[in-house]
């Protein structure tokens, strides 16, 4: 038994080690000091300049600035406060943007009629932020679309198209051919319902304006709000504020009944 055991032992466990065992444990040979010089590139960072810390460092004593004179004493680095922390980490940055601003995205009659006459817009079909994004008249819509006048000489198409604002000259040019404008709000989320509907398998109730400046703005028929409907029906100014004035019989049963109430009057 012993025998037949040392004899499979031999025919298993060859005597001498095969070659690519040899390599395969030459390969797994690693030393242990690549574990403390593992760094960045030199060129990943940049070493950061001490000024002032002994000649060691190549910027000591005169920090690089020489001896004397304006060059070493008359100025100093820009935003620098004496050494202390800096205003602008102190305070942060402010100012500068216009936190009520808006950004509209221009679209040009010029623009415009070209896309038509290219087959690239329908204009027997009413034109919303959809078409225009679509048809790449426009590249992306942030807070809205701005038709402006541009080429209103040459625009000739009876459209009827749906924007954000719209100038003087693009209402006047637009009508003049036929057409029809309409500026309507749109906040965010009532851009991404009306370019992409698919997002909204319920439908998506648009939002009104609420700061005073939107909602006169789209009360104006001046500026084809679509909010000046109600506004021309019920004889009303655009403005918050201002009150319209009274013309015909409303303006004679006022002053009807302010001579009444005088003659009611004990004192």
């Known amino acids: 038994m012993n025998s037949l055991s040392t004899t499979m032992r031999a025919v298993f466990r060859p005597s001498a080690t095969p070659k690519f065992f040899k390599v395969a444990a030459t390969q797994q040979v690693r030393n242990a000091s690549i574990l403390g010089s593992l760094s960045d590139t030199p060129g990943a960072y940049n070493k950061r300049i001490r000024r002032g810390r002994g ?41 500068f943007k216009n936190i ?20 690239r817009i329908d204009p027997t079909k009413p034109i919303t932020f959809k078409e225009l994004l679509q048809s790449r008249a426009v590249h992306g819509i942030k807070d809205g679309v701005k038709l402006l006048g541009r080429g209103a000489a040459e625009f000739k198409t009876p459209i009827e198209i749906t924007v954000s604002r719209a100038s003087k000259d693009a209402i006047a040019a637009i009508e003049k051919a036929g057409g029809k404008v309409t500026t309507e709000f749109f906040n965010k989320k009532g851009i991404l319902s009306i370019t992409h509907p698919n997002l909204f398998p319920d439908g998506h109730r648009l939002a009104g304006p609420s700061t005073r400046w939107d909602i006169e703005y789209y009360r104006d028929p001046a500026h084809r709000g679509y909010l000046s409907r109600a506004v021309v029906a019920n004889n009303e100014s655009p403005s918050l504020f201002f009150k319209p004035l009274i013309k015909g019989p409303a303006k004679q049963k006022k002053k009807n009944d302010k001579q009444a109430n005088a003659a009611n009057k004990l004192f």
């Open 100 to 119: 009520f601003s808006v950004e509209m995205s221009p679209l040009n009659l010029d623009t415009l009629q070209k896309w038509i006459d290219t087959g």
């Open 55 to 95: 000649p060691a460092s190549g910027k000591g004593k005169t920090s690089g600035r020489g001896h004397k004179g304006q060059k070493q004493h008359g100025k100093v680095p820009a935003h620098f406060n004496g050494g202390q922390t800096t205003d602008e980490v102190v305070h942060g940055v402010r100012g």
